[in-house]
């Protein structure tokens, strides 16, 4: 599997960014899916997870209401809906296939990853 996250860019705090990261290979409705990210001098950190058929879905405890995560198995897609972005948002965000049908935080979890996408938030 590979993927191809795009979407990423400059937004100012409080405002919104849609990331979606494109899966290549049949076998994408299968694998469960996540996003990460990672903040300059930080571990990288689990941001959400949404399982195969997209009916289970897990977020970080802070992000949770303000990302949305979804999967379009029909395009092998899987989106991120960002919501009042702040500074501390700012990151590279990564997508990540895993194998399982069900999927969480944990980054042995996943199988594949993207190469990630820059999301910069100005205050």
């Known amino acids: 599997v590979q993927l191809q996250a795009s979407g990423g860019g400059l937004v100012q705090a409080g405002g919104s960014l849609r990331l979606s990261c494109a899966a290549s290979g049949r076998t994408f409705s299968s694998y469960a899916m996540g996003w990460f990210r990672q903040a300059p001098g930080k571990e990288r950190e689990f941001v959400a997870a949404i399982s195969w058929t997209g009916g289970i879905t897990d977020y970080a405890r802070s992000l949770k209401g303000r990302f ?8 092998n897609t899987v ?4 919501i009042s972005l702040k500074p501390e948002d700012m990151a590279v965000y990564y997508c990540a296939a895993g194998r399982k049908r069900v999927t969480g935080p944990e980054e042995y979890d996943y199988d594949y990853w ?6 910069t938030v100005s205050s």
């Open 79 to 82: 989106d991120l809906q960002m």
């Open 68 to 75: 949305t995560i979804s999967r379009d198995n029909t395009k």
């Open 114 to 119: 993207g190469q990630g996408t820059q999301v």
